[in-house]
């Protein structure tokens, strides 16, 4: 049975708290300098960090980036290893308790900049649509409803915030403003060119990916971005069942959508305001939760995960 694994204290020198993950400074197997990237069981929505978790969730994003990775071979990325044993200066235990969950990448100066690709009008921004008839700013044509297809994939980049804060969407000239404009250009081109990749090859195997988001870093000063974080998980995308696609309202979906729309009706109610500190989430949400990232995992992979 897989540990529940909430926060991590090992003995590894600068440790780093994001919302789910876990970030140290490592040695890589070459013995270069690098990170120690630990994806917890803590489960994040609407930019907070829920008061209980997840029993493997970590297991399984990791699980996903890591065939991504392995899918995009020639887009340079940030991963070196998953196998824990290549992690020095932790425990037998602390191995045992990290096993699956774990990434040994490159350090990489992350670029401020967060970069969502939405092929479908869904979540925040249906919101924006119905109130301006655009999403983050991009005018979309009249008549619209709920999980519509887009035409044509969005580029709509935001800022990253820090742990409570809410990300904030930025238009294409203000991401230039922050990182300038061959980078921005080169972060809009390649995350198009990833999710298209990515969409297609998901719709082959019964999945509908309505939207994603990535993160982009440099190494050594290079000037060429890297793709680092998650890829096309769960917690960064949103997956729906094909077969049960119908535009006019919510999905059925393979994500933490469960998550959002049960914390949406506790808002409705007036029982939380989407301000940290989160909810303890049910059992039941859990349990579906968990059984939609596992059926993702097996549909995109061919394989089972066993946790």
């Known amino acids: 049975m897989v540990q529940l694994v909430m926060t991590t204290d090992l003995n590894l020198p600068n440790k780093r708290v994001g ?86 990448c490159k350090s990489a100066d992350v670029l401020p900049v967060e970069c969502i690709a939405r092929g479908y009008i869904t979540g925040s921004g ?10 983050c700013g991009i005018p979309l044509p009249e008549g619209l409803v709920n999980s519509d297809r887009l035409e044509e994939p969005l580029f709509t980049p935001s800022t990253k915030a820090e742990v409570g804060d809410h990300d904030e969407n930025i238009s294409f000239d203000r991401g230039v403003e922050v990182v300038g404009r061959e980078h921005m250009e080169w ?41 680092i974080d998650e890829i096309f998980t769960p917690d960064s995308s949103r997956f729906w069942p094909a077969d049960l696609w119908k535009p006019g309202g919510e999905q059925p979906s393979f994500d933490k959508q469960y998550v959002r729309n049960y914390l949406e009706t506790l808002v409705g109610e007036g029982q939380w305001d989407k301000t940290p500190p989160g909810p303890s989430l049910p059992e039941d949400v859990l349990t579906n939760t968990m059984a939609r990232y596992l059926e993702a995992y097996e549909k995109l992979t061919g394989s089972a995960l066993e946790l």
Not at 126 to 135: E, F, S
């Open 187 to 227: 972060l809009r081109d390649t995350t198009m060119s990833l999710y298209k990749k990515a969409r297609d090859y998901s719709l082959d195997r019964g999945i509908i990916l309505a939207d994603t988001k990535f993160e982009f870093g440099l190494v050594d000063g290079a000037k060429a971005p890297i793709l």
């Open 126 to 135: 249906w919101k924006d649509y119905q109130k301006t008839g655009m999403v």
């Open 19 to 104: 919302k789910v993950r876990d970030i140290y400074d490592a040695q890589l197997p070459n013995g270069d300098a690098g990170l120690l990237i630990i994806a917890t069981d803590r489960i994040s929505a609407f930019d907070v960090v829920m008061e209980n978790g997840l029993a493997g969730k970590g297991v399984v994003l990791t699980q996903i980036s890591r065939f991504w990775f392995d899918y995009f071979g020639t887009i340079p990325h940030h991963l070196v290893s998953t196998d824990v044993e290549d992690v020095t200066g932790i425990s037998d235990d602390e191995r045992a308790m990290l096993k699956g969950r774990i990434m040994l």
